[in-house]
């Protein structure tokens, strides 16, 4: 007997078949402890018997002893997985959680998550590029020793911290890597609960809501393609990388409306149909018209290694439109801190491209001075518009391609005003009672009496 005391506990220790066996009693009394440790070697022993006279059984090279059966393989018909036999499902995937040890994070994203993301995002290689950044910062920042059992939301907070250096949009890369990760590890039954991870506060939105008139101010300064991108974007809410791959098999144009198909994206949401607005049908008309009437090929070339317009160049028309406007602006508002001498129009000029006609018609953006924002604020506005307009969140879902009605939800903000439209709607097509009073009821019979009466 090997029992020996910490504090006023006796514990024992044994070796069985090579493995260290070592437990509590839970007992001050020395005996009672000899017991319990007797009973522990009784009980090991008993299971090894059950073991070999259920491989002589079975006629298998090793069985598995199944702590949530009833009985020690009992059914008759056994599961075979290699060398082991099981006598149910549950106790096979029991088995392999015990015996499967978990690999830390680098070693899965090396040996399973990249792979997966280059077999899967062939077809969209930015992302999987995102994806593969993402899992060198997670390198970078200290999480590759770590076991995917053991990631939780503090090591997230911890990597928040290390890499406080670095931009909120850079370091969700990692936490958005490591989340896809774990969901993934969760899913193919590596671990048991992928855990859940806060982002890093700050992150740059996209949320800047751009208004009709700023939007018609700022397109008259686009140049083409980049015009009749915008109007798509504005006119439709579709996605930047939507409109850039667009191509004309997927655009259908009527005498007078047309229909755009999305036929890719991230998820099966995204493959949808959107009717086109007059200014949308025009501009894909008169270019349509301008190359020639092609049946198939991109809506927007250009002489990029993918054959059409790319995020790149987008970035450089956005960009001289902006920096005109701003410019402008800016311009405006030091004629105002000058006293307003002369003219604002005669002032703008001599630093300003931009023509007396053009500064007369948006006097008001200009004055109220004018923000820049990101090309796909133009998609977040036209959905914002959609919503205002009364478009509910199923429907507004389907429109922008969403998977999960959770994000849609940040483009409805019923007021009051719109409240009280769907209750007068409701009221408007159901009539109920007023009051309750003595000639309710027989109203509410004759009713009855009536549709009994009709139907007999």
Not at 36 to 52: F, G, V
Not at 188 to 208: N, T, V, Y
Not at 235 to 242: A, D, H, V
Not at 246 to 275: C, D, S, Y
């Amino acid at each position: 007997m090997s029992i020996y005391k910490r504090g006023s506990i006796y514990w024992y220790k044994f070796m069985w078949n090579g493995e260290l066996i070592r437990e509590s009693t839970k007992q001050g009394n020395d005996r009672k402890a000899r017991n319990i440790e007797s009973a522990h070697r009784t009980r090991l022993s008993k299971q090894e018997d059950a073991r070999r006279d259920a491989c002589a059984r079975l006629k298998s090279a090793e069985v598995s002893f199944c702590d949530e059966c009833e009985r020690w393989f009992g059914s008759e018909n056994a599961l075979r997985a290699g060398s082991q036999v099981f006598c149910g499902g549950t106790c096979e995937v029991a088995w392999t959680k015990r015996h499967t040890r978990v690999p830390t994070l680098s070693a899965f994203l090396e040996n399973d998550f990249l792979p997966f993301v280059q077999a899967q995002l062939a077809t969209k290689p930015k992302t999987a590029a995102y994806y593969a950044y993402g899992t060198n910062l997670l390198a970078e920042g200290g999480m590759g020793a770590l076991r995917l059992d053991e990631i939780t939301s503090q090591h997230a907070g911890g990597f928040i911290a290390r890499q406080s250096r670095l931009s909120a949009s850079t370091i969700n890369c990692g936490l958005r890597t490591l989340r896809r990760a774990l969901n993934l590890a969760d899913e193919w039954g590596k671990i048991d609960r992928a855990p859940k991870l806060a982002l890093a506060k700050g992150e740059r939105q996209r949320d800047r809501i751009v208004t009709e008139i700023e939007f018609l101010a700022y397109r008259e300064l686009c140049r083409q393609p980049w015009n009749d991108v915008v109007t798509v974007l504005y006119g439709t809410g579709m996605r930047p990388g939507e409109a850039y791959k667009l191509r004309w098999e997927h655009v259908l144009l009527n005498e007078q409306r047309g229909m755009i198909q999305i036929a890719e994206g991230k998820t099966k949401a995204a493959r949808r149909f959107l009717p086109m607005l007059p200014e949308v049908f025009c501009a894909l008309k008169d270019r349509h018209k301008a190359q020639k009437y092609p049946i198939t090929g991109w809506v927007f070339p250009s002489g990029s290694a993918s054959g059409h317009l790319e995020e790149s160049s987008a970035k450089i028309y956005h960009g001289e439109a902006t920096k005109k406007l701003s410019a402008a602006s800016s311009a405006y508002h030091t004629w105002e801190k000058d006293g307003k001498k002369g003219e604002w129009q005669d002032a703008l000029a001599d630093v300003s491209t931009l023509t007396s006609d053009y500064l007369t018609q948006y006097a008001d953006v200009i004055a109220a001075g004018f923000a820049a924002f990101e090309p796909y604020c133009l998609r977040h506005s036209a959905l914002t518009r959609l919503a205002e307009n009364g478009c509910d969140a199923f429907t507004l879902a389907r429109i922008a391609g969403h998977s999960s009605i959770t994000i849609t939800q940040r483009y409805c903000h019923p007021q009051a005003d719109a409240i009280e439209r769907a209750f007068h709607k409701l009221a408007a097509n159901q009539e109920l009672p007023r009051a309750a009073g003595p000639n309710t009821k027989a109203s509410l019979a004759g009713r009855s009496l009536k549709s009994g009466a009709t139907s007999g």
